[in-house]
């Protein structure tokens, strides 16, 4: 499979505690982006790549989340101290030119 | 403002019918834009993309640009029950590099 991986697909976590989502973006893609999607929304722009280089990143909910791409191929996404509002699907997507989306992380905050 | 509105619908056609889909921007510089189709539970698809005024046409959808009123659409001819899903509208920054998007009008085809 040659498209965006993302892992875990779903996650389940208590109040407080951290997570930490994975991304493969498609392999000659330079450019990898992390959007939050909930219920009846359109996807949220958090932070973007290029490389292992993070240019855009004040999007960025709180300070509670973080973002890594530290070889320039897959990246990473923590949420510190998860709260029930962090609960959402979150997507990754690579481009050149158009973005192609992996199926996206489910988080559940209970 | 954001940077991307859509009317949320829901819109419901009827099997057969044109499906009409709208999208106003605000960054003036941005240069291309795109709709994408998700439906329930899945991650958005890329459906199509155009960067210059007019008519762009791929099968049954069609691509509306005008840039001066900052308005892009997107038509379904021949509308099909598969054809339900919610459809986003995306736009590329001046620069290029960031992608936003609208919250999607959700699409209903009666058979």
């Known amino acids: 499979d040659t498209g965006v991986s993302q892992n875990p697909r779903h996650k389940i976590t208590k109040r407080g505690q951290n997570v930490t989502f994975r991304c493969d973006p498609i392999s000659e893609h330079n450019r990898l982006y992390w959007y939050r999607q909930t219920l009846g929304q359109g996807p949220e722009f958090l932070t973007y790549f290029q490389n292992e280089a993070q240019l855009e990143k004040s999007r960025l909910l709180s300070d509670r989340f973080s973002a890594e791409r530290p070889k320039g191929s897959f990246s990473t996404l923590e949420i510190q101290r998860t709260e029930q509002g962090d609960s959402a699907m979150y997507l990754c997507?690579?481009?050149?030119?158009?973005?192609?989306f992996g199926e996206g992380s489910r988080l559940t905050v209970l | 403002q954001k940077e991307v509105e859509q009317n949320s619908g829901p819109l419901s056609v009827p099997e057969g019918a044109i499906a009409s889909l709208n999208c106003t921007y605000s960054d003036r510089g941005s240069q291309s834009f795109f709709w994408y189709r998700q439906y329930s539970g899945k991650s958005p698809e890329l459906i199509m993309f155009i960067y210059s005024n007019g008519d762009k046409e791929d099968g049954r959808f069609t691509a509306q640009l005008n840039k001066a009123s900052q308005y892009v659409s997107l038509l379904i001819r021949d509308s099909q029950p598969s054809d339900s899903a919610t459809y986003l509208c995306a736009v590329n920054t001046d620069t290029g590099n960031q992608f936003y998007f609208g919250t999607g009008t959700s699409l209903t085809v009666i058979p």
């Open positions: 997507a690579s481009d050149v030119g158009e973005l192609f």
